[in-house]
């Protein structure tokens, strides 16, 4: 079946220590979001690739990055990970990023920093 | 900047019974789309019911429908025979509809309902 897969499921990470988490999709969708959900909050967009187009929120920390070397994968990067970056990081992908169209959802990279 | 309130945290309904969640909004725009998202426990978000604000005509999927009131700026969803496995968080959210632009992307969620569904 074609989805949005998250790896890993689980990270734990050392403060300050960079961390990387990927999504991938497989199907061909040509926007991907990253979501950032606190426990018992709202998910937060940091931010989205349209094709190659990257689009940050205003509120995103430096601390964030992300790559997306081709259709089909996205990376986000956490450069020196704070306490207070401890959250799900949701990946979500859409096939145009006009309103109409549905946001599909992987199932979350729980990320916790000790 | 658009707001999306969900002010109750929790509720509980017996399965076989019908259950309304929620939701108010607060926009100046006049065309956009609200959704409500589940959100099983450990599981992905996955699109429950989309409305978009230029239909006057409530959505409806199933066992769940949702009653839009555009004036009012409410957006309530009623799940009727309740399921355990309709036990979940449950987001509401708005995005703003029109040619996108790169700011006008994001959905924005309210703080989510966790629903709890009593055999």
């Known amino acids: 079946d074609a989805m949005v897969i998250q790896n890993p499921r689980y990270q734990v990470t050392q403060f300050g220590k960079p961390v990387t988490l990927s999504c991938s999709q497989t199907?061909?969708?040509?926007?991907m979001y990253w979501y950032q959900q606190k426990s018992s909050q709202a998910p937060k967009l940091l931010f989205h690739y349209y094709d190659k187009d990257f689009n940050n929120e205003a509120d995103t920390p430096d601390n964030f990055q992300s790559r997306r070397p081709n259709t089909s994968f996205c990376f986000l990067d956490i450069r020196s990970p704070g306490l207070g970056d401890a959250a799900m990081y949701l990946c979500a992908t859409s096939r145009d990023p006009g309103a109409g169209y549905e946001q599909y959802f992987g199932p979350g990279t729980r990320l916790t920093v000790t | 900047a658009q707001t999306v309130t969900q002010s109750q945290p929790e509720m509980s309904v017996q399965e076989a019974e019908t259950v309304t969640l929620s939701c108010t909004y607060d926009t100046s725009e006049s065309d956009y789309y609200l959704f409500w998202y589940k959100q099983p426990p450990s599981r992905q978000m996955i699109l429950v019911i989309r409305q978009e604000a230029y239909k006057q005509q409530n959505a409806t999927e199933n066992r769940f429908s949702v009653n839009f009131q555009k004036a009012a700026k409410s957006f309530s969803l009623k799940i009727s025979d309740s399921q355990l496995g309709d036990a979940a968080m449950y987001f509401c959210?708005?995005?703003?509809?029109?040619?996108?632009?790169?700011?006008?992307?994001?959905?924005?969620f309210g703080k989510g309902i966790t629903l709890s569904v009593r055999p």
């Open positions: 199907l061909n969708h040509n926007v």
């Open positions: 959210a708005y995005r703003s509809a029109g040619e996108w632009t790169g700011a006008n992307s994001k959905l924005t």
